[in-house]
């Protein structure tokens, strides 16, 4: 039986069920990218993420919750009676009568009880574009180059839920085409795309992301995504691929592009190699948009021009005639003044004096440094461009982007 027929079959007569379709319900409504379900000592509640934030939405009755999770984990197909580890799931529910929702599910057995992680796992738009994304003009330019060269090896940086696996997603949907053999190893995969080979990592089987690297290269590859760099053992692997002829797709946990090379260089890559493998580095992060119902202007008088210079904006831009936002609230974003995300980037050509940096050791400051001087823009400075235009909230831009990322 589907699991989506198993739950419309067992809704009439499942308070847990019914408790389950309404907690869908507001996701769906709230725009949700994930679920939470949580225990504590003396009740449970469920969470929401809606736009990279936390929010409490209800806390039910105790007596439910152990239904709910059993209901999930039988939906995902897990093993109900395991609560001692982690156990991952996929399901596929019917929220409305017209529509479907896949959701990736993890459970995590803690003091009081289980928690249970349901992230909604989107369809990749059809047309899906680098402005979709957040990418400037120039930032593109750089883009096309570098995806469409020959072989080399292009990294999307950022902390975990940045972004950076649909970025890879959209390179591989715009290379997508019967002439080219596309490989990826995902953990997991998050979005089935018609003509990718596609691979999940099984690391108790034995198929780590090294693994499925050292079979792609057997199977005559044109364009190689990996999930994620977790390793010496999978860099090694994956730069090898980039020098061989091959065009490598990958993401990497660190702060700013500048910091990519030397994270690389400090798990033991050789110099050479980086030098001679990667073409492009991008860092991203993702920030809440105003509401457009609700946002309301920002008075710029001496103060508020004082925290914007102090945020970046130089003085001369600061003298320009613009207008900066704020956030309000209101019923059409939930009271919290924003309305979906966005990306900004950091897009970091690695030109050939940056090249001579790595083939040098230089520290992630000096490759900074080059950066700067080949006009590449920091976190900061991109985010400060959407400030500008009237897209975020300097609040915003200051709780995701680092302070030291700010200009004079």
Known sequence: MAPSALLSETENNAPAVRLLHEILREAATRRASDIHIESNEHDWRIRLRIDGVLHETMRPPPYLRDPLICCVKVLARLDIAERRIPLDGRLKLRVTAEKFEEFRVNTLPTL????????????????????????????????????????????????????KTLTLYCFLQRLNRESLNIC???DPVEIQLVGINQVSVREKAGLTFAVALRAFLRQDPDVIMVGEIRDAETASVALQAAQTGHLVFSTLHTNNAPAT???????????????????????QRLIRKLCLACRSPMPRNATTDAMLHKAGFDKATLAKAWQPYQAVGCAACHSTGYHGRIGIQQVMPVTAAIRALILAQGSA???????????????????????RAGATSVEEILAVTDA?????
């Open 112 to 163: 009081w009880g289980e928690k249970l992680v349901l992230r909604r796992l989107d369809k990749l738009p059809a047309a899906l574009t680098f402005t979709d994304l957040g990418f400037n003009p120039e930032q593109q330019a750089k883009l096309e180059a570098a995806i469409h060269a020959p072989h080399g090896m292009v990294l999307v940086t950022g902390p975990t839920g940045s972004g």
């Open 184 to 186: 990826s190893v995902e």
């Open 261 to 283: 090379l030397a994270r690389l260089l400090d798990i033991g890559i050789a110099p050479f190699n980086l030098a001679c493998a990667i073409r492009l580095i991008i860092a």
């Open 365 to 387: 400051d000096a490759i900074a440094q080059q950066a700067q001087c080949d006009g590449v823009k920091t976190l900061r400075e991109a985010g400060l461009e959407q400030v």
């Open 404 to 408: 030291s990322a700010a200009t004079g």
